[in-house]
RNA sequence: GCGGACGUGGUGGAAUGGUAGACACACGAGACUUAAAAUCUCGAGAUGGCAACAUCGUGCGGGUUCGAGUCCCGCCGUCCGCACCA
């Protein structure tokens, strides 16, 4: 009799009710048992979960309930890095509070995850914008104010002219700002920061041990730091060419044995001797100023031509007294880089060349190949204008002349380390890194408050601890752009902490990846007095698989590697003080979907058209009108685009399951999957398909708890293998996070149930019964509701989430008899069955004796016979 | 420009150097049905052949190996990251 549908939306709701009422993800710190901390990158609370957050809290999800079935107690915890300017936006735009936003935006996003049927431990959420959390960042504010790795800094920073606040250097992507798309100006702004680069070497040095790390974002952030060694070279200047006072000029190169190539020396226009000639030179202000009004766009710099101004000061070459250089202000020095300042040798950088082929200045190869006629070759294109920047010997360097550059960079080290102007060295070795310090300072009211106060008679004091947290007000106004912390008619006026005379608070508040940058800590212990709890972190970090977008592999990531370490250093990191916070990183890809458009070309959402035919024959119809629509291409899911599918809707007429299955087959984790309306049909078929072949296996299966049979024939076995080979590879694949693959090996155990329902044999009906619990077993982390309810049908009481992972028996993986393909010549001529134990020359005689083979071999005798046990055997002739 | 990844049927994709295409989607044929949906069974890389089977086949060209989707070298293409970093 068939059995009726799986009303996956009603017994879902049933499930979740079940598991909340028992509190079964509530987790606890308990050193006894091994733990595993599996983390998801927390939300931002937009108001709705999209398909990314889907895709991304199933994957976590599917790892976390393996792990507790394998019997690890599992930290799977959710929050909400809940501030943040779209909060503002709002509040200006639809007049209501970011709180009274954040908080409902938070309620809506947890009923959508709660209906995911994730394993979270709910009790220990967490928001970034509650005081409850930002107190203690506060306190981490102060202690690393107190350390020094917070300080304030008059600096030039990335001002966003949309969204009026500052940027890090990590915010500003191709010269514009990252949230608003706004091209970012320079403005010079005293503002808060984070000593990062204190830990440059550390962050670059430990990318290496982040062995379970992908290569990919480790190499991202090796190239963020940028490390570079070289030689800082203090150069003599000619007084009577100076304007000012200076008497040297510093420079920093990685490449000191090319200075005998050395035609000139550039400054970038904000260089100190710049400025101080500028002063006393019309001409020459007027070309820093234009330098400075240049884009730093990508389009802007490839246009840009390498232009300089001679400033007229002359510079004495540190191994030549009688040799004088110019000294240009050039567009293409960066200020923020090394000293602003460079030796330029055109032969050996093409920035070089192309600005000494503007400038008319000499082109002295010193770097040639060893052997003709290469060594001609090389020299005459570096005439043409194209830098030499492979290995070779050196060339008219005088003392240099026949080293390597290596050497060469020895020896001008060795030299100039030991020569003295003004009292020191003339040069020293120096590591350089690209790595800029974290500005966190913004002008904005949805964020945590910096807690210091700034007077006039003791500068800048911090807010003492029990005056902690410094609260934002909620009475502040948003009808008008800038920061309403800043025109609050009283909340900055406040006493000095120390003289108790009038004051001022910081207005600023700090950057959002702050609070994203410790809240996997604060998980551990979330109701802690302390920012965190030594015990507690102690136990739980660092996090054991943490999954996100790849987004973030460099401004989170680098970020929280860095904080971390500053918890460390301030004592919050708990007595094992890891430096890692991270053991393990995995980077989803998107979820991307096609696109469509109207005639008139504006976006359609999918609920908007409909489709028909297939291939090149697909056309689209927009509802409204009834007129043809444009299938576009295949995109990441964006408002913009309108190419969204709500979860809401899937998981309201598909079920969680369905939602989460689809999720995971099909494409690897770290790909793009394409959402399709076909596939997430297909998971929903197969969901019923799952019901009914338990529904089916049951008929036919022995009851619950059967002794198991003395005698299993032959079905029995095969039943029996397929089941443990899958839950061998199963476990290994969820482990590694394969779950396209695990996810294959349901469907074919699935098939193999089916289809053996139609068989018999002595046992049969034991091992179907065992193969469809390990099956429902397996199922549980992915579909958690089906496999209830399955574990349910089942015959058992108790909850399939509680159960521990079953065992696959190791005797049951290895077959008795095994497949060989047999090869003459390494082409695939037959196949043998032999049994598992037959020795190599027992299989190389069967298979010489296969017809199929000796016809193949047409009467040639095998010249060697390779047999790879259990696995094939090649005949060469 | 620098750095990196990837390239397998109609599609998404499997494959410790060892039978390429598991599994799924889409497709085709059949069964059930008054009919449709749902479900079930079967088929399917390409070419040739009624068939057994043969030949070709993992972007292209070489190489290593008894054996290469996998390793090495050189191209082509796609995607991603960084970028006047001295």
Redesign the pocket.
Known sequence: MAIERYNAPEREKHWQGVWDGKDVFRTATDPSRPKCYVLEMFPYPSGRIHMGHVRNYTMGDVLARFKRAQGFNVLHPMGWDAFGMPAENAAMERKTHPKKWTYENIAAMKTQLKSMGLSLDWSREVATCDPSYYVHQQRLFLDMYAKDLAYRRKAKVNWDPVDQTVLANEQV?DGRGWRSGALVEQRELAQWAFRITAYSQDLLDALKTLEKWP??VR??QE??I?R?E?LMVRWKLVPETVPSGETELEI????PDTLFGASFMAI?PDHPLARAAAAKNKALADFCDECRR?G?S?AD?EK?E?RGFDTGIKAVHPFDPSWQLPVYVA?????D??T?A?FGCPGH?Q?DIEFAKNMQLPIIPVVAPKEEPRRAQAIAKVHEGVAYLDEGEMINSRFLDGLSPEAAFDEVARRLEKEVLAGKPVAERKV?F?LRDWGISRQRYWGCPIPVIHCGTCGTVPVPADQLPVMLPDDATFDVPGNPLDRHPTWKHVDCPKCRQKAVRETDTMDTFVDSSWYFARFTAPDAKTPVDKTAIDYWMPVDQYIGGIEHA?LHLLYSRFFYRAMGETGHAGGKNLREPFAALFTQGMVVHETYKSEAGAWLLPTEISLEG??AERRATELATGKPAIIGSIEKMSKSKKNLVDPDDIIAHYGADCARWFML????PE????W?E??V??AG??M??VW?VIDDVLEKAAPKGAKQPDVLGDEAMAVRRAAHKALDQVGKNIEGL?F??A??QL??LS?TM??MLSKSGPGLDWALREAAEIFVQMLGPMMPHLGEECWTRLGYNTLLVEQPWPKADPALLVDDTV?V?V?V??K??D?LTVSRSATKDEVEKAALALD?IVKALEGRAPK?V?V?PQ??V?V?V
């Open positions: 992507i290569e990919k190499l991202m190239n963020w940028g570079s070289g920093f190169t990685t490449r970038a240049m730093t990508v710099l840009a390498k567009n293409f020095i960066l200020m880089y090394g602003g460079i950088d920035r350089n690209r460099i297939e291939g087959s099909d494409s690897p790909r793009d999957v394409i399709t076909a596939g049909a297909g078929r197969f019923q398909r009914r394969r396209n693959v996810v294959a469907y074919e098939n089916s289809a497949v393909a090869q010549n390494g695939r001529r196949e199929s060697r390779i790879v696995r094939i090649n060469v």
